[in-house]
């Protein structure tokens, strides 16, 4: 039997076969006809495709099922049926390749995103790949493959679905434009979660071709100690003369720059929109004379992400500061309002900690009659949709933890897990389906240990036991419990040995409950930041703490200095060029806003939905019109929030949960604008994906921003005829049309709009395009008046049309 496995690290390269949808559409595929459901009923040119590409040379190759999930077939179809029937095709041909090749389940995203940033829950995804896999399974593949995935969250789910389907091995691809993902995740992100998550390889593949891939694989290559496999286009698509869709980039061409990446340490090609079998028999050849690199070796330490963060923890990185504020011990306040189920001082804590720019947050609802399994999850889905600073799950709830755990979307800290019976037997193995790192607790028993040696003996009988769980050693943290020195002399020696121990014979990051030590002590910050330095020099990596506590960020930037980790002393200086004693400013940059949103400009700025409604109020109770509101302070909000979405300052949740903002405040303002006669005649604008294409994510948010900055949009949804597009168009009064298309298939559609208004004398309605596959060249080409790379400059383009006379 095949071993992916095995021959993943059998120090040679593994070539994947090429794109499958142009090739589809070379040997008959109608425009516009799903690639999925025209193969079941041509069973023999899949099979002829896959075996051109297997006699090319590649060794492994892919289904036709990147769209068989139930979210993108046609209602009624038998979704496990179909999956094994695609992977019985390519068994077939593997099989008749004459040599060993694998096969590889293809499975893509589903269109769809996950609460809090979308409308689908973890586990109905999960539930709809797990039936998508069955299929594969059962049709004999060898590997799944977790192709051009867009959101850190939804790839996650896929990979929970695999390891609750089977055990082969799995491959998690991301696809990338301008070094981030759609949702702003970023190559190493990616890399340190899938990672995390146990998968056997990472990817990038479409989006752009080899030369526009290198920044991204390199940063891949730099953090990933599995191998990396890269699949980029031939090239992006353009219009012929005749109007048809083609890849410019040649085989020879394609094999030279792809050759690039085998010479940086990459050790599995194959290519993707626009490739052939002859750019793979090319890629192969090119690179027969590179030797295979092995496999960059794990480090020592551990990354906590979240969808657009990355923080390491280890001896070669700076020791982090847990902001510890959200916890409802001895605040009589939180304990109110969790109790209530209202989260404003929860917040204000985390708003609080980011301006001060801890680099993650403790999260903890833990009080009396409080459901944490609701609350948690709950809070959680609240901070992530608006900030992106990661988070530590803290909860001793097994079921909370693993409700938070759903919602969170990368690989978050769980605080913590200790040696109670049972306890590491079951959010061992929860924390790594989750991919999530943990912090170790040596405790067992009632008794605390004191001295070192009872603290390490605990710690290295808990450490076997995770080792028989198969729990990897990159996803424990240890707390080395700080003890008051008050009534333990001993406790803060015994805490510098084991940090010691644990950092330079275990090679695993530490952590330390910060304020314990001076417990029933005067001049607590003192002790605290003092034992803080020392345990810094024995190799602490991080401490829970007030973030805002300026001795324990100046202890731990002098620290940093004097270890060696902040080079030439930079951020030091850049902070504390003007610092004097007791001066208890924070130095460097910081949000545009500190505190709570205090208008309801910033309300939008900073995506609060909760309170937008109330600034507003204030607004209008202070003497301003509604009209005043609207244009003096939700326009410009939005707008600015459009900028910092250009500058990659936000990214696509930060966008959402603005606009959702802007939403709710204009929602309160339309009656009192619609009494007073102002709210204006709006320009319209008809928005739809075109025929053939399913995917709407991308159109759903240009709607969203373009409802915001005044117009009216009327969303005729996905997979629309021309022809009721323009018949939309002229019901309505438009005079802008929008296009949207994903796939390189249906973005010939585009023109069939275009040609359309020409034919019926509509000339003076404008059409915009956009979309992943396409381009300026290509709305050139067709004769579209716009093209727009994302939702700011779809409105941008769109009132730069209205404007015009």
Not at 155 to 169: G, H, I, K, S, T
Request: include cysteine; charged fraction near 20%.
């Amino acid at each position: 039997m095949l071993d992916f496995r095995r021959a993943l690290h059998e120090g040679r390269f593994l070539f994947f076969d090429g794109g499958m949808g142009t090739m589809l559409q070379a040997r008959g595929l109608p425009a516009g006809v799903s690639p999925e459901m025209w193969c079941l009923s041509n069973p023999d040119v899949l099979k002829g495709i896959h075996l051109d590409y297997a006699r090319a040379g590649a060794d492994v190759l892919t289904t036709n099922t990147f769209g068989g999930t139930r979210y993108k077939m046609p209602a009624g179809t038998d979704i496990v049926g179909f999956n094994r029937a695609m992977a019985h095709a390519a068994r077939r041909a593997a099989q008749e390749a004459g040599r060993p090749v694998f096969v590889a389940g293809s499975v893509g995203p589903t269109g769809h995103f996950l609460r809090p940033l979308g409308d689908v829950d973890f586990h109905e995804l999960v539930d709809a790949f797990k039936e998508q896999m069955r299929g594969l399974v059962e049709g004999g593949v060898d590997l799944i493959l977790l192709e051009t995935h867009f959101d850190i969250a939804e790839l996650r789910a896929a990979v929970v679905a695999a390891r609750e389907v089977c055990d082969l091995p799995v491959g998690a691809s991301m696809t990338f434009e301008n070094g981030v993902s759609l949702t702003g995740s970023a190559p190493d992100v990616f890399v340190e979660t899938a990672v995390n998550m146990g998968v056997d390889l990472v990817a990038t593949n479409c989006s752009a071709g080899p030369e526009q891939m290198v920044a991204v694989v390199e940063h891949m290559l730099a953090v990933s100690s599995v191998p990396v496999l890269v699949m980029p286009n031939a090239g992006l698509p353009e219009l012929d003369a005749a109007g048809n869709t083609v890849f410019r980039l040649n085989p020879a061409s394609f094999a030279e720059q792809t050759r690039r990446f085998a010479e940086m340490g990459v050790r599995c090609m194959g290519g993707c929109c626009g490739t052939t079998p002859d750019h793979i028999a090319a890629l192969k050849q090119a690179v027969a004379d590179v030797p295979c690199q092995p496999v960059r070796a794990p480090q020592a330490g551990m990354a906590v992400t979240s969808r657009a963060a990355l923080v390491h923890f280890g001896e070669r990185h700076p020791v982090r500061i847990i902001g510890e504020r959200i916890n409802p011990t001895g605040k009589k306040q939180l304990i109110a309002e969790l109790q209530n189920g209202q989260f404003t001082t929860c917040m204000m804590f985390v708003q609080e900690q980011v301006d001060c720019h801890a680099p993650l947050l403790d999260v903890n609802v833990g009080a009396p009659m409080v459901d944490e399994t609701v609350l948690l999850p709950e809070l959680v889905g609240r901070i992530v949709s608006q900030y992106p600073v990661p988070l530590v799950l803290d909860t001793s709830n097994m079921d909370a933890l693993e409700n938070a755990l759903a919602m969170y979307p990368a690989s978050p800290l769980v605080n913590s897990i200790s040696g109670e019976p049972g306890r590491l037997e079951r959010l061992g193995p929860l924390c790594r389906k989750f991919g999530a790192p943990f912090i170790l607790l040596p405790l067992k028993g009632r008794k605390l240990p004191v001295a070192a040696p009872e603290r390490i003996a605990i710690i290295e009988e808990l450490l076997a036991q995770a080792d028989a769980l198969g729990i990897p050693r990159r996803l424990i943290m240890v707390d080395v419990l700080a003890l008051a020195v008050s009534s333990k002399a001993e406790a803060a020696k015994a805490c510098l040995e084991t940090i010691r121990h644990c950092t330079r014979e275990l090679g695993l990051p530490t952590t330390i409950g910060l304020s314990n030590i001076s417990f029933g002590l005067p001049a607590r910050g003192l002790l605290n930041s003092t034992f803080l330095a020392m345990a810094a020099a024995e190799g602490l990596s991080s401490c829970i703490a007030h973030p805002g506590n300026a001795r324990i960020r100046e202890t731990l930037a002098a620290a940093e200095v004097l270890l060696g980790r902040d080079a030439n002393a930079a951020q030091f200086i850049a902070d504390y060029a003007e610092w004097k004693p007791g001066n208890a400013t924070v130095a460097g940059g910081g949000a545009v806003f500190t505190g709570a949103a205090a208008t309801a400009y910033e309300a939008v700025v900073k995506g609060d939905k909760d309170n937008v409604v109330e600034l507003v109020r204030k607004e209008l109770e202070g003497g301003k019109t509604a009209f005043e509101v609207v244009n003096g302070m939700l326009i410009p909000a939005i707008t600015e929030v459009g900028g910092k979405y250009e500058r990659k300052e936000y990214f696509l949740p930060q966008l959402l949960r603005s606009a959702e903002t802007m939403q709710h405040g204009f929602a309160f303002l339309r009656p009192m604008l619609e009494e007073s006669g102002e709210s204006g005649v709006k320009p319209t604008i008809v928005m739809a994906t075109v025929e053939g294409d399913i995917h709407d994510i991308g159109k759903n948010i240009v709607c969203l921003m373009l409802g915001n900055h005044g117009f009216n949009v009327v969303d005729l949804g996905k997979d629309v005829k021309a022809q009721a597009i323009v018949d939309a168009a002229e019901k309505h009064g438009a005079g802008i049309i929008g296009l949207s298309a994903l796939m390189t298939t249906t973005m010939v559609r585009m023109q069939d709009t275009v040609d359309l208004l020409r034919e019926r004398g509509l000339d003076h309605i404008k059409v915009m395009v956009g979309g992943a596959v396409v381009t300026q060249a290509f709305a050139d080409a067709i004769g579209a008046h716009g093209y727009s790379v994302d939702a700011v400059s779809a409105v941008r383009i769109a009132q730069s049309f209205a404007a015009a006379p």
